[in-house]
């Protein structure tokens, strides 16, 4: 298979960030299982209309608890600069949402592509300081965000911690 044709940030968006969805969506139930935790989740079917695209529950089998989160995610080649994002206002004021950046990059050893997935995510205080708008949308800057690019283990601290 080619990876690099299937994640091409030129075409076919909504496929490759489907695509992108499931590997985080793998990655981060590994990173939970390792914390005895467990991940159920629900793939928004509105569009968008809600401001996100994944709705997370995090079950935590020693202290018999869950925790939910709402996800918006963008997705980056590891190669673009891109450092701007729109999303729903309606995920600033919420303490349980997040948007998720998602850095890609497809790399090949030994002749064997995998899809190499990196994070940020947005600071809070940082986000506290727009004001929402009419559209119900807003564009966020980087700078809106954690300075570096996490791995799936921090950032399954930081969702569920």
Known sequence: MNLKKVLDFNHESTYRANVINQIFIAKLMIALGAEGKKLDYLLSQSGDSFGYDLVITSFDTTQKSMTTRYLQMKTKDKKNNTDTWEVHT???????SFLIVVEVEV????NKEDVLLRYKYWDKNKMKKLQKSDTGRKRIKAHHLIAEYIEIEQLAKE???
Do not use: A, K, M
Not at 90 to 96: C, G, Q
Not at 107 to 110: E, F, G, K, W
């Open 159 to 161: 969702l569920f911690s």
């Open 107 to 110: 790399v090949t050893n030994n």
């Open 90 to 96: 309606s995920l600033i004021d919420d303490p349980n």
